[in-house]
């Protein structure tokens, strides 16, 4: 299911993510894909709640998101960090699979110690992907 805000081709589900509840079930989906959406969100936790409901025991959720130090990052609502889960669930409720920083500029992959850089300095990566199994 393809949800988004507008009502253009290949959209199943047109809603807006910030109005609440989602027109979703609760542990309706055993995958959910947020490629490049949550930035745009009011409110991350309510957002990650409704995640949390309309995923299954088991299932899980992909995020795809910029960095909140990468360039442009001050026009974005919200932002998804590798703490981002923690402070909306309980920890014994999901398991983080998979994390990992991402950039896209050349020069940028020849830079060492860019995981210790990246508390100083913007621009180091560009997004975040990260993979959550969800335990209920």
Sequence with gaps: INADFLNIKGVDVV??????????KEN???????????EYSEDIEKVMLELFRIVKNGGFIEII?????????????????????????NKENFEILKLNYT???KIRNLIPFKKLLSYFL??????????IKIIK
């Design 15 to 24: 809603m807006n993510l910030n109005k609440f509840p989602w027109p979703f």
């Design 122 to 131: 913007w621009g180091i990566y560009d997004s975040v992907h990260m993979k």
């Design 28 to 38: 309706e989906f055993d995958y959910v894909l947020c490629s490049r959406i949550l």
């Design 65 to 89: 998101s910029p960095y909140h130090k990468s360039d442009g990052a001050f026009k974005h609502k919200s932002f998804v960090t590798k703490d981002t889960p923690l402070a909306c669930w």
């Design 103 to 105: 950039n896209f500029g």
